[in-house]
């Protein structure tokens, strides 16, 4: 099985389904969004980021660097390890099955108490379907409520794959235009469009989520909402912001600081 890295992961989450929710993001992401707000869901490896308003120049990850002069950062962390204020911070880390079920199981009490479970979201979780529907059907063996968010560019398998474990889906769409998608994403958007159709007909739970991109789809809100009503399916707005460009400076940023 392909262990995928996750970049996250959220306790106490009211923002991706309903209830409190423990969000696992993982990393990959096979769509190029120019919005991004999770830059460090992008790419499927661990990466270093470099925060400098958190550096107080203290100077104790100088020299912490177990590799050459020059080499390509392998995100081991150890420099990371030594920073005091978390300006240094690598994103991505393999866990075992059991080990992120024990962090969900943790919450119990609180899915219970307000309808809440787990949500696997990302980059794309729906990339990694052995590993996502391992974990959602231990999920369910302890009856939690499960959920996946995701924008749908993946083979229809994959979601054959998730579906007997999967409670709720999730799924993002930007744009229905397929030229208007390609140039906000690179990519074109027939497969999410076709998926989102035959995920539908499975009668599984789906709500529609639209991220409000300002010069982008805004335009186009009326016309998804539209296509949503005349298909049955919930949806909501979310609104943009800018938080993504932080983390995409820090991402860029540590080289320097080797
Ligand atoms: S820069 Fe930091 S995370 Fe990257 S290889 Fe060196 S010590 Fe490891
Ligand atoms: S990045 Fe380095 S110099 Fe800055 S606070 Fe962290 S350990 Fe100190």
Redesign the pocket.
């Known amino acids: 099985m392909n262990i995928p890295y996750i970049f996250d992961v959220q306790r106490g989450s009211t923002v991706d389904g309903r209830g409190l929710r423990t969000t696992v993001f993982f990393k990959g992401c096979n769509l190029d969004c120019f919005w991004c707000h999770n830059p460090e869901g992008k790419k499927p490896f661990p990466e270093l980021a470099?925060f400098a308003r958190?550096?107080?120049?203290?100077?104790?990850?100088?020299g912490a660097c177990p590799g050459e002069e020059g080499a390509p950062c392998r995100a081991c962390g150890e420099?990371a390890a030594?920073?005091?204020?978390a300006?240094?911070r690598v994103y991505g880390k393999q866990y075992k099955i059991e080990e992120l079920l024990d962090i969900i199981l943790a919450d119990e009490p609180f899915y219970e108490a307000t309808g809440g479970g787990v949500t696997l979201s990302g980059g794309e979780c729906m990339l990694y379907p052995d590993f996502v529907s391992a974990l959602l059907q231990k999920c369910k063996e302890k009856g939690i409520h499960t959920a996946i968010d995701t924008a749908g560019s993946v083979p229809f398998s994959h979601f054959e794959q998730v579906l007997p474990y999967t409670d709720m889906f999730l799924y993002d769409i930007k744009c229905l235009s397929p030229s208007l998608h390609k140039q906000g994403t690179g990519f074109d958007n027939s497969l999410i469009l076709e998926n989102l159709e035959r995920l539908r007909q499975t009668g599984k739970e789906i709500l529609v989520r639209v991220p409000l991109i300002p010069s982008f789809n805004e335009k186009e809100k009326d016309e998804i909402e539209a296509f949503c009503r005349a298909r049955g399916l919930s949806y909501e707005l979310l609104p943009y912001h800018t938080l993504g460009e932080g983390k995409k400076a820090a991402l860029s940023a540590f080289r320097e600081?080797k």
Do not use: K, V
């Open positions: 470099f958190a550096c107080l120049g203290c100077g104790s990850c100088r420099c030594l920073c005091p204020s300006a240094l600081r």
